[in-house]
Structures are given as structure tokens and as C-alpha cells.
């Protein structure tokens, strides 16, 4: 499973960890997040993340 | 100096700092000082929209008491958690220790990071209203302009919008208004905050705007937290942040460098030489003597960038090695660059230059041109050749911003 880094804030989403404050638990991959899901960091939306090369 | 009534019961309540000339640290030099803009509205809930910064707090508390006793004051809102909106806030909530404080989830952790204050906290949404009697104010979260916890205040009845950060200048005078400056400066201003601020953050910006838009909402007077007050033409702002955040640039090019013995100046003089030639407009800085706020705020609509540097300990010089880490944090989005310098025998500040480009996601127009020692007539004519091509892919670039 790809991580996905947030370009605006440089977080990445690990979908072995997850994001289980927002609900999201561990083993979720980036492309099953649900649309309205944000990055916890900085509240930028699914389409500011590009895959991690 | 007394408040400032910006609409019938509504009152500028902030501070002009005249004296201020670094920012952020040290990364925005503020000649022209700022002004921390809060906000009073008198209503049966007595409401301040932001504070100003902490060594402020009694001039703030001064110009409130000219209107009310600040025990007063029922609400407070926090647009956002930086030290220079929030500071007086614990000096303000020692006077009104019962004021609700309203803000985004991000800005009461913030807050609370920042002061730990106990103070009562209600978090708000996009789309939250709250209603102060004859007025209410409505809440956009606005994420990372400039910081995770921002948000901007709207007041329907007064078409007024309360941004922030967001449109502001770092501009102290003694007028309040857009109508009452001078312009010039005013957008000279207000593209160095931008550009210094918040052009990384260009695609967010657009999202924002485009929101908002689409929200319909009527706004004649925008009132941000720093600088003067958009109510001559609010949209005049909103326009030149959508040309900005699309990465709209002009057929120009920036020469940047720094030079030891004075080789490396000698190439970058006979280049702006040639992109002159070539019909395209040049601006030329030796970054050790220029303010660096101000080439920023120059390269924002910018095409092409040329980078020089002699080669010091087998790399660049510090001053530009400085400057470029500065510009790789800006993301600058579809531009063109290239890289020139002297050496004396290794050589290697060229491809330092464009290692940082290429991780800036900066597109190299050409290869680099280095010369041993000082250039001679040969290699003066090769600088010439090399910008004069460079112009070329300035204008084949095109303005439209795209990579």
C-alpha cells in the first residue's frame, strides 16, 4: 500500500498507521479514505496528496 | 489615538506599530511597520474579532475602554492563533474572565499550546452562525491561510468579511482605508505579503476563493488583520490573489547571485545585458545587498530565474545557498531557471544550485555556464548567448503559468 504525502503540509498518510483520531483505522488504504476526509494536519483536502515515490 | 469607527458601532480597535521592521523572526522585513487590526462590534453581545499582538495589549485595552468597559465583553473571536492576533488575549480575558472565546478546533488547541489559559472555548464550523442580537456572524474555516487553525468572520448585515491574514499588508499608517493611501504602495504591500506568505499556499487560495464565491454572499468592506481596510474596491484584492494563486507571470527574468572577487557579478551584468537584447524585462540583485522580502515579492510574477555563485568550499556561497532554501519552501509553480557562476579550480556551486531546483520542483531551462576565474571576452559572449537563450524559453514558457 502507497503512502500519500499532503503537498501542502508535508504530513503522509502511512496506511499501515492510519488516522484513527479521525476514524480511519490502521490497514486503510489512501484510496479508500472517504472523499471528505482531510489531512489531520492542516485540513487540506484528499486531492492536495500526491503518492510517495 | 482613539478607535475608529469603521461602520456605524463597529470599531477598528488594533494598533500601529511603526516601528517594527522584522517579521516572522527574521524571514519579512517590514519597512513600512504594520498595524495589528482588531475588531469591536457594540451589540447586545459585545464582540471583539481578534486581539493584537501581546506588547500591545494595554493600547488595545486603552482604545476599548473608549467605547465600553472591556468587563463587558461577551464574545471574542479567534481567526486565528498567531501570537501577533492572539497575544492580548491573556491580558483581555484577566478583565473579562467570563467572554466566550470562538474559533476553529485547531485554533482552541493552539491557543491553549500557546498561553494555557483556561478560558471557555467554542469551537465553530464552516457554516456556523452565531448571533449577537441585531447582527450575527457567520464562520468559513479557512485552513492554511495561513496556518491549520484559520478561519475567516462574515457579518451578513454588514457585508463585511473579517479574513485575517488573508489580504492584509504589513503597512502602518495613520488612514484606516484603501481609499485614503496611496495605491501604489498599498499593492506593492500587499504583493510582498503574498509572496512572502502565502504563495506556497497559491492552490488553497483558490479553493478558498472559489468557496466563497460560490457562497453568494455580499461584501463591500473587507477588514483584515494587518494594514489598510478594503472598502473602495474589496474585489481589487480578492482579483490580484486569484492572479497570484494561478501562478500568473510575465515574460521577466530575476538574476540573483553572490559573488566574491567580483567574476561572477561580471557575468551576471553582461546577462541581464542580453535578456535586455533580447526584449525581455530584467531586474538584477545582488542577494547580499538587497532586501530579501523584496526579491521575493519581485519574483511572484516572474518567469525566469537565473542563480549565481562563485564556488566556496566546493559549494555556493552562504547568502544564496540561504536565499534558494528561502524560495524552495514557496513551491513557486510553473518558472524557469537556470544556474551560472566563477570558480577557481573544482568548481561545484552550479550544481548545487540546481540539486536545490531540481528539489524546489523548479524546471532548469538550460545547462549551467561556469567560468574559471575571471571571464574573458569568449566567455563574456557565451553569458550574453547563454541569457539571450534563456529569454527564448522565458517567452516559450509562456505567461500562463503552466510547468
Known sequence: ?53 | MKPYEIKKGIYWVGVVDWNVRTFHGHTYTTKRGTTYNAYLIIDDKITLVDTVYGPFADEMLEKIAHIVPAEKIDYIIANHVETDHSGALPALMRRCPGAKVFGTEKCRDGLYKNYYGKWEFKTVKTGDTLSLGRRSLSFIEAPMIHWPDSMFTYCPQEKLLLPNDAFGQHYATSERFDDEVDNSILMEEATKYYANILWPLGSVIARKIEEVKKLNIPIDMIAPSHGIIWRKDPFKIIDAYVQWAGNTTKEKVAVVYETMWGATEKMARRMAEGIIDAGVGVTLFDVNLSDRTEIISEMLDTKGFLFGSSTHDNDMLPGIAGFLEFLKGLKAKGRVASAFGSYGWGGGATKEIEQVLSESGIAIAQPSIAVKYMPDEKEMAQCYDFATTFAQAVKKGGSDGSR
Do not use: H, I
Not at chain 1, 500500500?1 to 499532503?6: N, T
Not at chain 1, 501542502?8 to 502511512?14: A, F, L, R, S
Not at chain 1, 490497514?27 to 485540513?43: I, N, S, Y
Open chain 1, 1 to 53: 500500500m502507497d503512502k500519500y504525502r499532503c503537498e501542502v503540509c508535508n504530513y503522509v498518510y502511512d496506511p499501515a498507521l492510519g488516522d484513527p483520531d479521525s476514524g480511519v483505522p490502521a490497514g486503510t488504504p489512501f484510496e479508500k479514505l472517504p472523499d471528505d476526509w482531510v489531512c489531520p494536519v492542516c485540513g487540506a483536502d484528499k486531492s492536495q496528496f500526491v503518492k510517495e515515490g
